[in-house]
T-cell receptor, first 118, second 111 residues
Framework: KAGVTQTPRYLIKTRGQQVTLSCSPI?????VSWYQQTPGQGLQFLFE???????NKGNFPGRFSGRQFSNSRSEMNVSTLELGDSALYLC?????????????????FGAGSRLTVL | AQTVTQSQPEMSVQEAETVTLSCTYD???????LFWYKQPPSRQMILVIR??????QNATENRFSVNFQKAAKSFSLKISDSQLGDTAMYFC????????FGTGTSLTVIP
């Protein structure tokens, strides 16, 4: 079956612009979580959506937002881009919500969207 | 706050040799899951192995095994018979209400 699909794969923006990234999870997966990956910082949790509801949010400013649609596809938006937002943004899907005590919470990652802010 | 620490930013190993990547974590919970993920150069992150905290037996997946020391909050990954395809960034991760990742260890397998 198809994996996690992220679009676009690469994009270049300038400071002050906004960007929207898309993630289509594995069929049947209802949880989508987003991560920011930068060198030396590893992966930082942005937020998780499950059944169209935001279940948890990481320590990022309000410029970072997201949503999930009824088909479980998710988008994240970053407004008023800053140079420090340059990163690889990873989306991951999971069968169950991350907070559930279940081995079904294994993450399957997409290839990522590499954002460069100039 | 939960944290995951990988103290080895870079490691290298000769092909066919064994290497161990270290990971420590901090939590006050008793039941949780631990994972090792692998991110090859320019490729997707994939799951290598996972461990349930209530299971005392260390998880094993072919050439990959873990040494889980719950009291010490240590979760190291051992790769046996290293292959060139094992060259990747390895992330240790811990899950409670969300996933917490370490900063990664870049492993290079030398021919």
């Amino acid at each position: 079956k198809a994996g996690v699909t992220q679009t676009p794969r690469y994009l270049i923006k300038t400071r002050g612009q906004q960007v929207t990234l898309s993630c289509s999870p594995i069929s049947g997966h209802r949880s989508v979580s987003w991560y920011q990956q930068t060198p030396g910082q590893g992966l930082q949790f942005l937020f998780e959506y499950f059944s169209e509801t935001q279940r948890n949010k990481g320590n990022f400013p309000g410029r970072f937002s997201g949503r999930q649609f009824s088909n479980s596809r998710s988008e994240m938006n970053v407004s008023t881009l800053e140079l420090g937002d340059s990163a690889l943004y990873l989306c991951a899907s999971s069968l169950a919500t991350l907070a559930a005590s279940s081995g079904a919470n294994v993450l399957t990652f997409g290839a990522g969207s590499r954002l460069t802010v100039l | 706050a939960q944290t995951v620490t990988q103290s080895q930013p870079e490691m290298s190993v000769q092909e066919a040799e064994t290497v161990t990547l270290s990971c420590t974590y901090d939590t006050s919970e008793n039941n949780y899951y631990l994972f090792w993920y692998k991110q090859p150069p320019s490729r997707q992150m994939i799951l290598v192995i996972r461990q349930e905290a209530y299971k005392q037996q260390n998880a094993t997946e072919n050439r990959f095994s873990v040494n889980f020391q719950k009291a010490a909050k240590s979760f190291s990954l051992k790769i046996s018979d290293s292959q060139l395809g094992d060259t990747a960034m390895y992330f240790c991760a811990f899950r409670e209400d969300q996933f917490y990742f370490g900063t990664g260890t870049s492993l290079t397998v030398i021919p």
